[in-house]
C-alpha cells in the first residue's frame, strides 16, 4: 500500500487498524485485544507490526500516527525468511529515502 491510499484513510480520520480493516487484505481480520490491535492472519498468531524495521508493541500502534507512514507491507507467515510469522511492515519517507 503506498502514499496515495494511506492518504485517503488519513483524510478518513482511520489509524492503522482501521487502514487494514477496511483495505480487505485477503485473510486477515483485525480483532481489538487488551495488548492492542491484532493483525490475524487465518486462525494463526497475531502479526507483528514493525516501524522502519524496528518492532512495535502491540500497545503502541493504536497511537501510530499514518502521516508519517509512506508504504505498507503486509507479510504473510511463509513469504519472509526475515519474518517467518508474518509481520506488517511500515516505511516512513525518511527510511525508504
Known sequence: MMRP????????GHNLDDLVRWSNVPNVVVHETTEGPCFQYRVYKCLEVYLDGTHVRPEFVPALPLDL?????ILMP???VAYPDGAVLLYSAGYIK
Open 5 to 12: 491510499e494511506i492518504q485517503g484513510h488519513i483524510d478518513k
Open 69 to 73: 507512514v509512506e508504504s505498507i507491507v
Open 78 to 80: 511463509d513469504e519472509s
